[in-house]
């Protein structure tokens, strides 16, 4: 039997692992975590803030650099980072680089009531993504809006054949306390999986989808956006899914340190690179995938030494 969850008992998650990985993940130093890497997955540090979100936006230059009238291209981004946005924007103008053939995937968006969240919603993921990156992009270089790709209740199945019509070279993720990518959460613990898991290819086998939110997605998010107000934030959300994420190219995940913690950011890295896919952990499916890459903020790595405030 494997352990009940620590959180939500309701739930699978990480706390339902063999407690050596769980220990053996907080014993990792920085030289450790460079030194997982093997073919197919890599370790970056970057050293300042500036260097780490300037190299985000910097893949969002490159992937629009190689999408033409005949070869379209993009890149799947996320809202969480969302530093790296305004950059891109202002390298594209500054640089008056043409990307009028690329395209873009937004990860997902909020869902309540049957239907995705409006734009007007103060939490609304297409309105971060517009505001803070492609309505400040100059018209004459930016894409059309048919090249946008925002995921909504009516169009789950046109965006995931869109991964077809163009190619999606790069997918961009942060990594929430639950250990997702999106808002590939771990499922409930109940009916077929109330004694283990869905299998990773069970799991990899998902597209784009609605979610029922594991609590600490729900907790991390109104404490990352919505200043603690865990009654503001939705309980359901539209996701792109591991389907979509294994016809990208390349997965690029971000870790500045404070999306997830010293422990989380390490536990995937150890899971990925000694090829330990287990869906409680959703992040380690990318065990499975062929390039993948974790960019971490060296000042946000910290330790998982037990200390008090």
């Not at 959180?7 to 990985?21: F, G």
């Not at 054949?161 to 790069?170: D, F, P, Q, R």
């Not at 956006?225 to 792109?240: E, F, R, T, Y």
Request: glycine content about 8%; hydrophobic content about 40%; aromatic content about 10%.
């Amino acid at each position: 039997m494997r352990n009940m969850s620590k959180v939500a008992k309701e739930y699978w998650d990480y706390t339902t692992l063999d407690p050596r990985i769980l220990a053996e993940a907080a014993r990792l130093t920085p030289e450790d975590l460079l030194g997982l890497q093997r073919p197919g997955f890599t370790v970056k540090f970057y050293d300042t803030r500036d260097s780490f979100f300037t190299a985000e936006a910097l893949e969002y230059v490159w992937a629009w650099r190689q999408a033409t009238a005949g070869t379209p291209a993009g890149i799947c981004g996320p809202i969480g980072p969302t530093e790296q946005l305004p950059l891109v924007a202002q390298i594209v103008n500054g640089l008056g680089i043409d990307v009028s053939h690329g395209h873009f995937w937004a990860m997902d968006e909020w869902y309540v009531e049957g239907k995705e969240v409006p734009v007007t919603h103060p939490l609304s993921f297409a309105r971060a993504d517009l505001e803070m990156c492609f309505n400040r992009i100059d018209r004459k270089l930016r894409m059309p809006d048919e090249n946008l790709h925002f995921l909504r209740a009516d169009n789950i199945k046109e965006y995931t054949a869109s991964y077809g019509a163009a190619k999606c070279l790069i997918m961009q993720g942060g990594q929430g306390e639950v250990k997702h990518w999106a808002f590939n959460d771990p499922v409930r613990r109940e009916g077929m999986y109330r004694d283990a898991p869905p299998s990773p290819a069970e799991y990899r086998s998902l597209s784009a989808r609605v979610v029922d939110l594991h609590p600490m997605t729900i907790i991390q998010n109104a404490r990352t956006s919505g200043g603690g107000m865990v009654s503001a934030v939705p309980s359901q959300a539209l996701s792109v899914g591991p389907l979509e994420t294994w016809k990208t190219e390349k997965v690029s995940i971000w870790h500045p340190g404070w999306h997830d913690n010293p422990f989380g950011i390490r536990l995937t890295a150890l899971m990925i690179s000694r090829k330990i896919p287990d869906s409680s952990v959703p992040m380690s499916l990318l065990a499975d995938h062929p390039n993948v890459q974790f960019n971490y903020l060296s000042s946000g790595i910290g330790t998982c030494d037990a200390e008090m405030h």
